[in-house]
């Protein structure tokens, strides 16, 4: 298997940010089930149709992103379902490296810098 081109522990979270996670239907019996309630309150409870998906995660407030994942732990940065986590999340980012890592490498060749922009692993907090 390829080396990852990534770190997601010293990620504060890019792609939680995302506005849409799709959530598909086992998906949605998982996190059901993670916390033990009904698919229906599930689904009244941690997501909405919106931009033409069945299902998509609610978002919350982040100081850094402006809205994450209603699941994303702010204080620890990082999933706060990680093993109930949509289908979506699971293959991310998929063949590659996440937008996040572009973004570093962009700003790091632009400033010669290779430690422009602090990657603080946020596991260990």
């Given at each position: 298997?390829?080396?990852?081109?990534?770190?997601?522990?010293?990620?504060?979270?890019?792609?939680?940010?995302?506005?849409?996670?799709?959530?598909?239907?086992?998906?949605?019996?998982?996190?059901?089930?993670?916390?033990?309630?009904?698919?229906?309150?599930a689904e009244k409870?941690?997501?909405?149709?919106?931009?033409?998906?069945?299902?998509i995660l609610r978002?919350?407030?982040?100081?850094?992103?402006?809205?994450?994942?209603?699941?994303?732990?702010?204080?620890?940065?990082?999933?706060?379902?990680?093993?109930?986590?949509?289908?979506?999340c699971r293959v991310?980012?998929?063949?590659?490296?996440?937008?996040?890592?572009?973004?570093?490498?962009?700003?790091?060749?632009?400033?010669?810098?290779?430690?422009?922009?602090?990657?603080?692993?946020?596991?260990?907090?």
């Amino acid at each position: 298997m390829p080396r990852k081109k990534y770190d997601c522990s010293k990620c504060p979270g890019y792609c939680c940010s995302y506005p849409v996670i799709e959530v598909k239907d086992r998906d949605a019996e998982r996190i059901a089930k993670y916390f033990g309630v009904e698919l229906k309150v599930a689904e009244k409870k941690y997501f909405k149709s919106a931009h033409g998906y069945k299902r998509i995660l609610r978002r919350k407030t982040d100081e850094h992103f402006g809205k994450i994942c209603q699941f994303f732990d702010s204080e620890l940065r990082r999933c706060g379902i990680y093993e109930a986590r949509p289908s979506t999340c699971r293959v991310f980012p998929g063949e590659g490296h996440c937008g996040y890592y572009d973004f570093l490498t962009f700003e790091r060749s632009g400033q010669e810098d290779e430690t422009f922009i602090s990657t603080t692993d946020h596991s260990s907090n």
